[in-house]
């Protein structure tokens, strides 16, 4: 499968989130062309500042697979991880990721310009950078 | 209570991370000078890079108090939070945040010159430093 279908896949997680009022940003993680976590914010349902996308996707692969460490894996998220997400896909020490659209506001960019990534980390963003954002876009629409 | 006699509180659970072979690190939140959540590094027990002490203490205190954010609340950690746990302090908005020892390899410090915190968190580092930093010494002479 190609990244914009992968994309495709986390962007449904983040039609879920949105669908029962989260943020909508989802995220799925990918190993040797498998799925093998889906995640969307859970922030509001947990009631839990640390329930984004990526966290989430993180513990359930390194639940499924036994470790602590997810080097062969691909994160795809649909924006730009945030600072908190950042360090958590450092210390997850993931292969690859992949974002959609880039957020100005709360984007580890924002705050870095080191990468806060494991030097081994390859990165690509811009996949669905359209799609991704106008998600976000309707949600906070929504709420205004 | 007294910053240090807090201090001493997260240090306990640091020492409980040491006991069971994890980084030892610790954290508590407290809340009109009540211990509202413990906790101490897990990345070992559950194989998860995100169980770190701060984000723990955090899910600990919202599930506590049903609420997302920590406004009036003061965390302890005995060592400078590393950048995924900045980000976390940052989304849970706590009123204090207080710290040990810094932390030159992994702390937030490292990455960005701007607070990473929420504008109205208050800041204090340097409690007990010296302790918080001898059993991270000790932790990390011992695997050598």
Chains 1, 2 share one sequence.
């Not at 989802?26 to 040797?32: N, Q, T």
């Not at 799925?35 to 839990?48: F, P, Y």
């Not at 994160?75 to 959609?100: F, Q």
Request: one cysteine or more; charged letters at 25%.
């Amino acid at each position: 499968m190609t990244d914009e279908q992968y994309m495709r896949q986390a962007l449904r997680e983040a039609q879920n989130a949105f669908d029962i009022d989260e943020v909508p940003i989802g995220a799925i993680i990918v190993l040797k062309d498998k799925i093998i976590a889906r995640a969307h914010n859970q922030v509001e349902l947990l009631n839990d500042p640390t329930a984004h996308a990526e966290v989430l996707a993180i513990t359930t692969a390194c639940n499924y697979l036994g470790a602590k460490y997810l080097p062969e894996a691909t994160l795809y998220v649909t924006i730009e991880p945030c600072l908190m997400c950042s360090g958590a896909l450092h210390w997850s020490k993931l292969g690859r990721i992949v974002y959609g659209a880039p957020d100005d506001k709360n984007g580890y960019r924002k705050y870095t310009n080191i990468s806060p990534f494991h030097p081994k980390t390859q990165l690509t963003g811009g996949i669905l950078a359209e799609e991704c954002a106008q998600l976000m876009k309707d949600f906070f629409k929504s709420k205004r």
